[in-house]
């Protein structure tokens, strides 16, 4: 049996998340319920990978439900998740895997909403902040792949926006070092 063919409320995945209506009602306790066990799936994910020799693992940026709404440190169950995190950190390094992130076009540095651009810096904090708590260095090698997003009527406006953002040094400097761009050249 593969881990997709098991019943639903057994399978094994990173993405459990929830509409933001849940999130109003059930709140932390709900998304640390989820994110704890979208984090021990990852661990069980990394061994099958391991069994059939598939070294590379592309993380849903779901394993955090919602994480644009709340800090981790303020999830109930944080202490477990930082300890199954570093405990993935180092089966990966071991193991010599590769994880990487591709947060969704949501995330979207150059546009000219600031409420967006203001969402996408704290999200590609956090994006980093996860592989910093799995304790791996600030370096491409666990990027975090992102596109620069719509071109808003001005390719070259679009991009020298991008840059800026980018050079204000507010993603951070973990984040920096790992951002890496997808082309968006048929924008």
């Known amino acids: 049996m593969t881990l997709s063919e098991r019943p639903k409320s057994q399978r094994i995945t990173t993405n ?23 984090v021990k799936d990852l661990a069980e994910i990394l061994k099958w990978n391991q069994k059939r020799k598939i070294k590379f693992y592309r ?12 800090e981790f440190s303020d999830l109930p169950d944080f202490d ?30 150059a546009s000219p909403n600031y409420k967006v651009v203001e969402k996408t810096f704290k ?40 840059c800026a953002h980018y050079k204000s040094r507010r993603i951070g400097e973990s984040c920096m070092q790992r951002l890496t761009l997808e082309n968006d050249d048929k924008a």
């Open 80 to 109: 477990e998740i930082k300890e199954h995190l570093k405990a993935i950190g180092d089966y990966a390094t071991q193991k010599g895997h590769r994880l990487t992130f591709h947060p969704g076009p949501y995330n979207c540095m």
């Open 123 to 162: 999200e590609l904090r956090q994006h980093s902040e996860v592989f910093d708590l799995m304790g791996f260095d600030p370096s491409p090698y666990n990027k975090i792949n992102i596109h620069v997003g719509g071109t808003y009527g001005c390719k070259d406006g679009t991009a020298a926006i991008f």
């Open 59 to 70: 993380m849903s940026s779901d394993i955090f439900p919602w994480m644009s709404e709340y």
């Open 16 to 38: 459990r998340s929830m509409i933001k209506k849940t999130f109003k009602s059930k709140g932390l306790p709900y998304a640390s319920e989820l994110a704890l066990q979208n």
